[in-house]
């Protein structure tokens, strides 16, 4: 598509001149995605830096029906920030403010642009706690957090991104606003419009602001790496430690003797602590407040596991620098994973006890189409998150590999759904599953999804040919 030049300069003048730009330098950050997956073009970058002048942008796109494509810190990961199809784009980061803090209420207002590591420290500042916590919180944003509905390593005791928003304020298709931003825990006033906002990614509005919910900061931290025969053992170590702890787990991620050894092999400063290696490894956090005598009952927990024979061996940190020096080993993943070659990821669910059976299934499915494929199965399994990924079998195989890209994602999806799971846990659909939605969503939720896209944006100008797939017309 090409903007006329009329239209071109009635968003120029909605936002002054320091609100956009056509200069290809400027906007090249944002047509590439993270993982250099995905490519845009856009003929003109919209910098808005109040609510107002998102809303005056949208009622020239609604009115001219312009397509357009919102962005926050670019850290998405299945293509939804990008303009393919040379939409104009709409960056967040000049609504960048911290509107208000309330330490009693333990609530923020935040505007869409601000980052993710920015309200944690707003909120630590305070001693209070905003528990969302992802790999790229330096960069990505409240607002594109609140889009994806975005996940991380706290969910088990915090909930998705949904569970932490009190109140929103939305720009609307056509440009008008809905203030939201209430400090509400109980509002049955009507319809929760704002859940419809929060994982819609860019479809039915422009977020702009949100009131977010804080928390006590926990002042003890119990951390332990336990080496595990089995994901069967992991499974039943969670409800143990969930048991003995009282439920104060604030993260369980499980991780296989691969991935280890892919970083402390390719990751400066990690080492294996354990003498001898285990098929698998488990990450446990566990956070309270000072009277609750938490570390002795997390350490009695371990310590009945493995009598238990549920872990073999385990490491308790003994202070903040061990703790951090373990969780290097789990979020370092990701990274020895590209050094290592190619990989096939997948970011599925299943329900909890469902993962050892999904895994003995799965795994020898994938080996039986790309043969010395090396699993690296690894992530949230306190919720059920997997991150199901292959890596080539040598950097030389990567060509071959990666061309059996799509039918090992058939596979592996298509067992998800045998197992009642998710094809995309926390990442969204985006561009790149979009396509895959109808083999796994039901013509009922589909069209469910059409009715509300059709409310919400009826000329199709947000982010369209994302999340929600197109009726097929044969
Ligand atoms: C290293 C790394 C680790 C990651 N770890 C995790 C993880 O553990 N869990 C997880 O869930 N995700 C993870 N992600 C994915 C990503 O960080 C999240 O999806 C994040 O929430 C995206 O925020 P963003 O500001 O970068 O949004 P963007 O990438 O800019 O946009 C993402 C989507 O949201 C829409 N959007 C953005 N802002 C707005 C707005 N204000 N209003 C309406 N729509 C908007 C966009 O149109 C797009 O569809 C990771 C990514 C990386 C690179």
Not at 60 to 66: D, L, V
Not at 109 to 137: C, H, I, M, N, Y
Not at 248 to 269: D, K, N, Q, W, Y
Request: hydrophobic share 40%; proline share 6%; charged share 20%.
């Amino acid at each position: 598509m090409s903007l006329s030049e009329p239209v071109l300069t009635r968003l120029q003048e909605a936002v002054g001149p320091r609100g956009f730009s056509t200069e290809p330098a400027d906007m090249a950050p944002h047509l590439e995605e993270w993982r250099s997956k995905y490519h845009g073009h856009s003929q003109l970058l919209l910098k808005p830096a109040t609510t107002a002048e998102v809303s005056a942008i949208l009622g020239i796109c609604n009115e001219t029906a312009t397509p357009v494509v919102t962005q926050g810190g670019n850290t998405g990961l299945v293509g939804g920030q990008i303009p393919l199809h040379g939409e104009v784009l709409l960056s967040t980061q000049r609504l960048n403010r911290i509107r208000s803090l309330d330490e009693s209420g333990m609530t923020l207002v935040a505007e869409a642009g601000v980052t993710l590591a920015q309200v944690q420290q707003a909120a630590d500042d305070k001693r209070l706690l905003f528990p969302l916590s992802l790999a790229s919180e330096g960069s990505c944003t409240i607002g594109g957090n609140i889009a994806t509905n975005a996940g991380g390593t706290h969910v088990l005791r915090y909930g998705m991104t949904r569970a932490l928003v009190l109140g929103l304020e939305v720009v609307q298709a056509d440009g008008t606003v809905l203030s939201m931003l209430r400090a509400l825990h109980k509002d049955n006033s009507g319809y929760d419009l704002k859940q419809a906002f929060i994982g819609s990614e860019g479809t039915l509005g422009v977020i702009t602001a949100a009131t977010l919910r804080l928390f006590p900061k926990p002042d003890i931290a119990v951390t332990a790496l336990a080496a595990l025969p089995s994901p069967a053992a992991a499974v039943k170590l969670l409800g143990a430690m969930q048991a003995h702890t009282g439920g104060m787990l604030s993260a369980f991620e499980l991780m296989p003797r691969i991935a280890l050894e892919f970083v402390t092999t390719h990751v400066e400063g990690t080492r294996d602590p354990f003498s001898s290696p285990s098929p698998w490894y488990v990450l446990m956090e566990a956070t309270g407040g000072g009277h609750a005598n938490l570390t002795a009952s997390f350490e009695d927990g371990l310590a009945d596991a493995i009598t238990a024979e549920l872990v073999t061996d385990a490491v308790v940190a003994s202070s903040t620098g061990q703790a951090q020096a373990l969780w290097k080993l789990r979020e370092s993943i990701s990274e020895a994973q590209k050094r290592e070659g190619a990989s096939i990821k997948h970011d599925i669910s299943v329900p909890v006890a469902a993962i050892p059976d999904f895994l003995a299934k799965a795994v020898p499915a994938v080996l039986a189409i790309a043969p010395g494929a090396r699993p690296v199965s690894f992530g949230h399994l306190g919720d059920g998150n997997l991150h199901f990924n292959f890596n080539s079998p040598s950097a030389g195989d990567d060509p071959a590999f990666l061309r059996r890209w799509e039918e090992v994602q058939q596979t592996v999806h298509d067992l998800v759904k045998e197992f009642s799971g998710s094809i995309s846990a926390e990442h969204g659909i985006g561009i790149m599953k979009v396509g895959q939605l109808p083999r796994y969503k039901s013509h009922e939720e589909l069209d469910a999804m059409r009715t509300l896209k059709r409310a919400f944006d009826p000329k199709n100008i947000l982010n369209p040919g994302k999340t929600v797939p197109p009726v097929l017309r044969l």
